[in-house]
């Protein structure tokens, strides 16, 4: 492993605030900058080493990263250390952030509004002010899971160019 340039650490130090922004551990988040960061897969050892962190907190990290599907582990001949990795393409990692976000939060969401107008359909007109509210938020995530579930099926070249198109995109729609 190399050693930890200002650029690294400047980008590992932000990559890690900006983590805890988004409700990830900030270690998970710093060892996920400094494995983008290296161009060969690196041993628990290194990470510690590394980052100046608990070698139980790597741990703990590395299997926080891996149940969200941003780890790749390999082993090389002759060396009994596993050897993490992770995606080198931004629009591959953010797609598999975005599908485990979705089936984190926003899946569990949408099966508790169904829920709660079954249970408020049970209440036969009772309430027809929160009947509405619910139904709303459910025609909401509705429309908001078809429009990311048509977005998510397009291939990432075919997503960088829509990125690209921006406001070219937003003239079309305009009436």
């Known amino acids: 492993m190399t050693k930890l340039t200002k650029v690294h650490r400047k980008f590992i130090l932000h990559w890690g605030e900006m983590g805890t922004r988004w409700g990830i551990n900030r270690t998970v988040a710093q060892i996920h900058a400094l494995l983008y960061l290296q161009p060969e897969a690196l041993h628990a050892e290194e990470i510690t080493k590394a980052l100046s962190v608990a070698r139980s907190n790597v741990s703990n990290s590395l299997k926080e990263l891996k149940s969200w599907g941003l780890l790749t582990t390999e082993q090389k001949l002759g060396d009994r250390k596993e050897t993490y990795s992770t995606h080198e393409d931004p629009w591959e990692m953010f797609r598999i952030i975005a599908n485990e976000r979705k089936r984190r939060e926003m899946d569990p969401t949408l099966s508790l509004l169904e829920d709660c107008l079954a249970e408020q359909k049970k209440l036969r007109g009772q ?11 459910k025609d909401f995530f509705d429309n908001v899971f078809d429009s990311y579930e048509r977005l998510n099926k397009l291939p990432t070249p075919t997503l960088r160019k829509l990125a690209k198109m921006g406001d070219k995109l937003l003239k079309l729609l305009r009436v």
């Open 127 to 137: 309430e027809p002010f929160v009947q509405k509210r619910l139904s709303d938020m």
